[in-house]
């Protein structure tokens, strides 16, 4: 597809289980960005990758949240014991290098 | 740290009028960019336009044009002949520059436009 992708569109798991959301950035893109957006609140920045390392962790929120991009293309976001705070829609975007951020349509992830 | 704000939770405007939503940022930083995003009923964020802090003249896409008025830390939005499709959140946000280009963003303000 041209855009980002991301899966799955929405997620309901019980409070503690894991989870991992899956990201696809546009081909060709060096840059992703994962951002949580709560009820009611602008996207808050997670963290960013160049490549396959990640540039940036400082906005995840503690030691839970995790994510990797192995191969520099697909991202994954991994939040282990989850709590009910978790709950929002994760979005990610991409872009190549400082550009424009590409924005996929987000997965919302309901923890009970 | 980058701050963000919109004032307006919700802005109503008829169709085929004009409509200016406001965005004021706080940075330190020298070099920034400014954003403008629109969020639809679908969650997708969509980019609409963009100003960077050395830009002398204010950035103009189509029907949206950015009021940048840097001495006040303004970057105001405005849409002309709104449109029932324009009805959605919209975010301002900004970016450090030249450094990668993490977003900060406003709570936004949700747009209606009846007819």
């Known amino acids: 597809g041209a855009g980002v992708s991301q899966t799955p569109s929405n997620k309901v798991t019980e409070k503690g289980k894991y989870v991992e959301l899956r990201c696809d950035p546009i081909s060709g893109h060096t840059a992703l960005y994962w951002y949580r957006q709560s009820l009611g609140q602008g996207p808050e920045f997670l963290i960013y990758f160049q490549g396959t390392g990640a540039a940036d962790d400082s906005g995840l929120p503690n030691d839970r949240f995790f994510a990797v991009r192995p191969e520099g293309s697909v991202s994954t976001l991994k939040i282990q014991r989850t709590e009910r705070g978790d709950s929002a829609v994760y979005l990610c975007?991409?872009?190549?290098?400082?550009?424009?951020?590409?924005f996929g349509p987000g997965t919302r992830l309901t923890v009970l | 740290a980058q701050k963000i704000t919109q004032t307006q939770p919700g802005m109503f405007v008829q169709e085929k009028e004009a409509v200016t939503l406001d965005c004021t940022y706080d940075?330190?930083?020298?070099?920034?960019?400014l954003f403008w995003y629109k969020q639809p009923s679908s969650g997708e964020m969509i980019f609409l336009i963009y100003q960077g802090s050395y830009d002398e003249q204010n950035a103009t896409e189509g029907r949206y044009s950015l009021n940048f008025q840097k001495a006040r830390k303004s970057a105001n939005l405005v849409i002309s002949a709104s449109q029932l499709g324009d009805s959605a959140m919209y975010f301002c946000a900004m970016t450090q520059v030249p450094l990668y280009s993490t977003l900060t963003f406003g709570k936004g303000t949700m747009l209606l436009v009846s007819p």
């Open positions: 940075t330190s930083d020298q070099s920034y960019g």
């Open positions: 975007a991409s872009s190549l290098g400082r550009d424009e951020q590409f």
